[in-house]
């Protein structure tokens, strides 16, 4: 089992950049695979970015892709999401996830393990 906490949410103009942290923790976390996911008001929660915990393909909905960029520090079991050119539609409630296996996985149920979230609010 892995613990997850999140930071780095907050408020954003259009146009700029977040960098959102996960800090993870627990037994066997170089076996799990890790991922972004976001839900916002009124909508379900969805697949943002994902990365195997020791892999170095990672994974971006279409929504994101060019923009974001999911990252790791190994030694520190961190994971990171830099968003850049963020836009309105991009607000939601970030939160990260682990599961066990190497195999990137994009769909909540397949997760295990869930942080807090962290609020990502970004402005007109």
């Known amino acids: 089992q892995v613990q997850l906490v999140e930071s780095g949410g907050g408020l954003v103009q259009a146009g700029g950049s977040l960098r959102l942290s996960c800090a993870a923790s627990?037994?066997?976390?170089?076996?799990?695979?890790m991922g972004w996911f976001r839900q916002a008001p009124g909508k379900e929660r969805e697949f943002v970015a994902g990365i195997t915990w020791n892999g170095f393909t990672p994974d971006y909905s279409h929504a994101v892709k060019g923009r974001f960029t999911i990252s790791r520090a190994s030694a520190e079991n961190t994971l990171y999401l830099q968003m850049n050119s963020l836009k309105p539609e991009d607000t939601a409630v970030y939160s990260c996830?682990?599961?066990?296996?190497?195999?990137?996985?994009?769909?909540?149920?397949?997760?295990?393990?869930w942080g807090q979230g962290t609020q990502v609010t970004v402005s007109s």
């Open positions: 627990g037994r066997t976390v170089n076996d799990y695979t």
């Open positions: 996830a682990a599961r066990r296996g190497r195999v990137l996985a994009t769909y909540p149920s397949m997760y295990e393990n």
